[in-house]
T-cell receptor, first 112, second 113 residues
Framework: EDKVVQSPLSLVVHEGDTVTLNCSYE??????LLWYKQEKKAPTFLFML????IEKKSGRLSSILDKKELFSILNITATQTGDSAVYLCAPNGGTSYGKLTFGQGTILTVHP | NAGVTQTPKFRVLKTGQSMTLLCAQD?????MYWYRQDPGMGLRLIHY???????AKGEVPDGYNVSRLKKQNFLLGLESAAPSQTSVYFC????????????FGEGSRLTVL
């Protein structure tokens, strides 16, 4: 059975801190891994990762995939209060083609 | 550009009532998904479809039915609503083949009394 585990489940930091969010997975026929940020409404897309060891970067956010050890990390440097959100990962693959299952998410709270 | 549109956005039901949530996308996407999200939790997959006329069960399909009669529409039905189905429902779609980004609707908040 496919598994996705995100850690930590919640995290409280102060502005300026750096955080690392983890996503481990066990998914057959792995194709890609997606990261999303969710504030009040629908999730917004951050990254799609398909290759190991290649960092994707967008401003203060970056992410990398390790297909050998089956995990991905999302880093946020110099955090701001606007980074407060739920961060979700979703490995794309699995025994049922097209199925896309999300992890339970990491709730990040950034205090001023 | 409409993208993914969900209707209704809010609904209150009594236990035992039935209703249908409609998801419409205008991007000619092959794949469509219904998720539910409860407070403090991630998105849980209810049902999904990899093309017109096809549907498949996700993680939490019990109590829900779906139909994909037209490529652009994916309907989620509750035949006999229960308080445990109080949740926010998100529809999403993506192109077939390429394992890429999901495009989400804005969500539908359903309360079952």
């Amino acid at each position: 059975e496919d598994k996705v585990v995100q850690s930590p489940l919640s995290l409280v930091v102060h502005e300026g801190d750096t955080v690392t969010l983890n996503c481990s997975y066990e998914v057959t026929n792995f194709r890609s891994l997606l990261w999303y940020k969710q504030e009040k409404k629908a999730p917004t897309f951050l990254f799609m990762l398909t290759s190991s060891g290649i960092e994707k970067k967008s401003g203060r956010l970056s992410s990398i995939l390790d297909k050998k050890e089956l995990f991905s990390i999302l880093n946020i440097t110099a955090t701001q209060t606007g980074d407060s959100a739920v961060y979700l990962c979703a490995p794309n693959g699995g025994t049922s083609y097209g199925k896309l299952t999300f992890g339970q998410g990491t709730i990040l709270t950034v205090h001023p | 550009n409409a993208g993914v549109t969900q209707t209704p956005k809010f609904r209150v039901l009594k236990t035992g009532q039935s209703m249908t949530l409609l998801c419409a996308q205008d991007m000619n996407h092959e794949y469509m998904y219904w998720y539910r999200q409860d407070p403090g939790m991630g998105l849980r997959l209810i049902h999904y479809s990899v093309g017109e006329g096809t549907t498949a069960k996700g993680e939490v399909p019990d109590g829900y039915n779906v139909s994909r009669l037209k490529k652009q529409n994916f309907l989620l039905g509750l035949e006999s609503a229960a308080p445990s189905q109080t949740s926010v429902y998100f529809c999403a779609s993506r192109p077939g083949g390429t394992p890429g980004e999901l495009f989400f609707g804005e969500g539908s908040r359903l309360t079952v009394l």
